[in-house]
T-cell receptor
């Protein structure tokens, strides 16, 4: 059973371009969370999705950022017109269900660098 | 909202015991989790406490006191490979979304 797969592992974009980050959850997991991490800092929640639904996007900027988790295929975090401040590691986590004790399994992350 | 506070760095020597504290301020709190992260890699789940008391898993133990809004991770018989960042995470509200502290960098010296 493969773990959470994120790609690409590293992504370089010029200012103004679009960045698309993909996350394939573990098999059987229908809950996906996206987090952003800056160096020496914690994981900042961005968005929580279930299949075809955004459950909570309170941590995601209203502009330029969007996320989806279609019925088929990976979850996508899209950042339009990237700026240098978007440079960070973006982690995806999945879980089999909802519950406070449910362990979240993380992917290896995508390191986005905006030049 | 939630707020979790933990020390930024802890150092210890191999074989020693170290405790990483976490205090939280949150309403409707469900429980406290701990995650380990090596060098910016994937965070991995260590433990979860829903009830007060100590949970032991091998060399690692985790404690929770709801009345004090406080928990800790205890690492025994430290090994060099334990050098990593450790995050406490809480969940509350209806959506159980894990909210993470800023992390504690543990440095284990020979």
């Amino acid at each position: 059973n493969a773990g959470v797969m994120q790609n690409p592992r590293h992504l370089v974009r010029r200012r103004g371009q679009e960045a698309r980050l993909r996350c394939s959850p573990m098999k059987g997991h229908s809950h996906v969370y996206w987090y952003r991490q800056l160096p020496e800092e914690g994981l900042k929640f961005m968005v929580y999705l279930q299949k075809e639904n955004i459950i909570d996007e309170s941590g995601m900027p209203k502009e330029r950022f969007s996320a989806e988790f279609p019925k088929e295929g990976p979850s996508i975090l899209r950042i339009q017109q990237v700026v240098r401040g978007d440079s960070a590691a973006y982690f995806c986590a999945s879980s089999p269900g909802q519950g406070a004790s449910t362990e979240a399994f993380f992917g290896q992350g995508t390191r986005l660098t905006v030049v | 909202g939630q707020s979790l506070e933990q020390p930024s760095e802890v150092t210890a020597v191999e074989g020693a015991i170290v405790q990483i504290n976490c205090t939280y301020q949150t309403s409707g709190f469900y429980g406290l989790s701990w995650y380990q992260q090596h060098d910016g890699g994937a965070p991995t789940f260590l433990s979860y406490n829903a009830l007060d008391g100590l949970e032991e898993t091998g060399r690692f133990s985790s404690f929770l006191s709801r009345s004090d809004s406080y928990g800790y991770l205890l690492l025994q018989e430290l090994q060099m490979k334990d050098s990593a960042s450790y995050f406490c995470a809480g969940s509350s509200g209806g959506s159980y979304i894990p909210t993470f502290g800023r992390g504690t960098s543990l440095i284990v010296h020979p």
